[in-house]
């Protein structure tokens, strides 16, 4: 039986500069992938079925696939296995990959199949040597598809405002299990295959997996952590609120739509804190502190389950929508589970990092500290900042302040209600806000500065900054220990993460090393178990070169790779001119154990 593409009438509103998909003609609605993994030519290969639907009854000529770095082997149709004529065109922006247009014989095809091998280079995937894992025996995939790397393992339309479902057989050697962000299917462990389902719609740049030697711990009936099998206790321990988490998010914003809500915690190279694959966020071990003091990032990929999951940014000039909306959500999950203190505190360490890195932003680089960004001659991972999160989030917060909690969750609530699955624009959202919240209150409009919020750089005037009495006594602290190497100010037993960020951020620029040899003395601070303040920490050492600490500063980048961490690190070397070749030499030492979206980063920084 011949199976008829399906006739579904639609038309995008919006033009995604990232994709080479012809999606006003056809769209990609479903990908069967079957992959075999090889972990010593380190690739993929295998086929990607995509199944078609078009915008109209007239059909397509072609469709347009993204694709980058891929082998493709051939393309045929599915029905028949007829072969299809294709091209494969080479963009000169590396980062748009090729175009794959394969020509369709019937301009209804229903769907289109290429078997392919991915190259070893590949932006979205990183194979680790067993020694770069915790137990050493076993190798180690793992993928990082958002923004557009997606199309360096998948074959697709990899636009945001593209979504579809998928299934996949992965193929294993022995003593290897693979996860991915879908529901488990038949799995035949003896013979290596495993199978996976996504029956929700979602962006290609949701499609994860990693595989390695993974072992798995429940923490309620519908939450669990997976990790190396050394690294799974404390994961569990550290992430036993997740399913708090799930019932405060539902409590603001509505149901769960994910049916199961898991995380696993990658090898240390995983170039982020988290990424919000559904149904099973990614995280770095750099949140085990073993205080659960980390655990806001675990708050924020579940909320991006309704933010960025559920209602998707249609391009990644409204990235905002993405991470301005979850880092707002985040904040209000940890102010349920955890109090306003410490939420408070969250809001005031964001502002921080906003502010500076506005100021630090290239006056040619404006354009990142806008809301609603002009991306057309940009790689989207350029624009990355914490302009999207903070500034977003920071834009909610004064709406929220003005309407009130209530009526501003009511309207949150209908807002990812009535999206659901879907794409949303900034300008969308603006004309749906425009009349769910301000109900033609123009005035409200201007004095809120909501135009400035989304199309100026900078921070509008009308910011809301929450007092935190925690955080004056911080920045006292400071700058008395700065002055006079006071340790009694250095409140050791009882400050808690965000008190510390905040101290050793309200450091002066300039502190005698003498004064950090003191503090490092008294609170061990080299030796942080805790990244977050670790990582504070060797931002005042390297400003002041501060020898003692190097030692800890080189293992601290040599053992983990979170680009958030990474970037700071290194440009603050590279700008201090006596701790530049230090910076070279460590580089080149690390640089094998990184993922290619952290060495993409910094080799553009340690040049
Ligand atoms: N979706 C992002 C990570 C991302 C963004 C990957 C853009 C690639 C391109 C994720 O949800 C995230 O924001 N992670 C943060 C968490 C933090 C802000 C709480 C991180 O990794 O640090
Ligand atoms: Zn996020």
């Known amino acids: 039986m011949l199976i008829i593409g399906c006739l579904t009438m639609f038309a995008f509103s919006f033009k995604d500069v990232h994709t080479f998909g012809n999606v006003d003609q056809v769209r990609t609605t479903h990908l069967s992938l079957d992959l075999s993994l090889d972990f010593d030519k380190k690739v993929m290969k295998g086929s990607c079925v995509v199944k078609l639907a078009y915008a109209d009854d007239k059909g397509a000529a072609y469709v347009d696939l993204d694709t980058r770095m891929l082998t493709i082997e051939s393309v045929t149709n599915p029905a028949d296995n007829s072969p299809l004529k294709y091209e494969l065109t080479k963009d000169a922006r590396d980062y748009m990959g090729a175009k794959l247009r394969v020509h369709l014989k019937d301009p209804k095809t229903a769907a289109v199949k290429v078997t392919y091998v991915t190259d070893p280079a590949a932006g979205a995937l990183q194979w680790l040597d067993p020694a770069q894992t915790t137990s050493k025996k076993k190798p180690f995939l793992l993928t990082q598809s958002q923004a557009i790397l997606a199309r360096t393992w998948i074959p697709c339309m990899d636009s945001p405002g593209v979504r579809v479902t998928y299934d996949a057989v992965v193929r294993v050697p022995e003593g290897i299990t693979p996860i991915m962000s879908a529901a488990h299917g038949q799995h035949e462990p003896d013979k290596g295959i495993y199978r996976f389902d996504m029956k929700h719609p979602i962006p290609p740049y949701l499609i994860a997996l990693a595989a390695g030697e993974i072992a798995f711990k429940a923490i309620s009936d519908r939450c669990g952590v997976y990790a190396e099998p050394a690294v799974l206790e404390k994961a569990a321990w550290e992430f036993a609120d997740m399913e708090k988490m799930v019932v405060a998010a539902e409590k603001l914003y509505g149901k769960y739509r994910w049916d ?16 919000e694959n559904p149904m099973l966020t990614f995280a770095t071990p750099t949140l085990l502190a073993g205080d659960r003091s980390l655990v806001n990032v675990m708050a924020h ?21 993405n991470e301005g909306f979850t880092t707002y959500f985040e904040r209000r999950i940890v102010e349920s589970l955890y109090g306003k203190d410490t939420a408070q505190m969250q809001w005031l360490l964001g502002q921080r990092d906003l502010k500076h890195e506005i100021v630090e932003m290239a006056a040619a680089d404006q354009e990142f500290a806008k809301l609603y960004q002009d991306l057309s001659k940009h790689d989207p991972d350029a624009a990355f900042s914490s302009v999207p999160y903070d500034k977003g989030a920071n834009f909610l917060l004064v709406l929220e302040q003005h309407f009130g909690r209530d009526k501003f969750d009511t309207f949150l609530k209908n807002y990812f209600d009535q999206h659901a699955f879907q794409t949303m624009t900034t300008e969308k959202f603006l004309t749906f806000m425009r009349k769910n919240l301000f109900k033609g209150d123009e005035k409200a409009w201007e004095t809120l500065k909501v135009d400035t919020w989304i199309s100026d750089p900078g921070i509008p005037g009308n910011m809301v900054i929450p007092a935190s009495k925690n955080f004056e006594k911080t920045r006292q602290a400071a700058k008395t220990f700065a002055a006079k190497g006071d340790t009694s100010v250095v409140k050791k037993d009882t400050w808690n993460t965000e008190e510390w960020l905040d101290f050793l951020n309200s450091m002066p620029e300039k502190v005698d090393h003498a004064r950090l040899k003191q503090l490092d003395e008294y609170a061990n601070l080299s030796q942080a178990g805790n990244s977050e303040i670790l990582f504070a920490w060797q931002m005042v050492c390297i400003r002041n070169t501060y020898q003692p600490s190097f030692a800890s500063l080189e293992d601290f980048l040599l053992r983990q790779g979170r680009r958030k961490f990474l970037k700071p690190l290194y440009q603050a070397m590279m700008a201090n001119p006596e701790t530049k070749t230090m910076a070279k030499q460590i580089y080149t030492k690390a640089r094998a154990g990184y993922h290619p979206i952290s060495t993409a980063t910094i080799d553009a920084i340690v040049k």
């Open 260 to 275: 199961r809500w898991d995380a696993i915690v990658l090898p240390p190279s995983f170039p982020f804190g988290g990424m």
């Open 301 to 321: 990929e579940l909320a991006h389950s309704w933010s960025g999951n559920l209602v998707t940014n249609a391009t990644w000039s409204d990235f905002w929508l």
